[in-house]
């Protein structure tokens, strides 16, 4: 079992910044691929990005790339998205996930979930 605790998430004015922490723990992080996926009320779960296990590969909705930065440090057990130049519609749920297998853009493919964090961009 691999337990994920998101954190950073809040209230930002458009065209701010937020760092979202992904703290991993349970089984060996390095080995794990990881993703960011949102939903916002009424709306299905989309990804945002992912990274590979070593880092050295990353992945990016077309709708965040440029504004949102995937980056993992193995060694304390932390996948994190900076999200630059915030719009009202990034506003939604944000879901760390990990994956043995792949970095992928399927949320079907990704075995543990982390409960949330609440991300609001006001207008």
């Known amino acids: 079992q691999v337990q994920l605790v998101e954190s950073g998430g809040g209230l930002v004015q458009a065209g701010g910044s937020l760092r979202l922490s992904c703290a991993a723990s349970g089984r060996t992080f390095s080995n794990y691929h990881m993703g960011w996926f949102r939903q916002a009320p009424g709306k299905e779960r989309e990804f945002v990005a992912a990274?590979?296990?070593?880092?050295?590969?990353?992945f990016y909705a077309d709708s965040v790339k440029g504004r949102f930065t995937i980056s993992r440090d193995n060694a304390k057990n932390t996948v994190f998205l900076q999200m630059n130049s915030l719009k009202p519609e990034d506003t939604a749920v944000y879901y760390c996930t990990a994956d043995i297998e792949g970095a992928t853009m399927n949320f079907d493919d990704y075995d543990y979930w982390g409960q949330g964090t609440q991300v609001t961009v006001s207008s």
């Open positions: 990274i590979t296990w070593s880092g050295g590969s990353t």
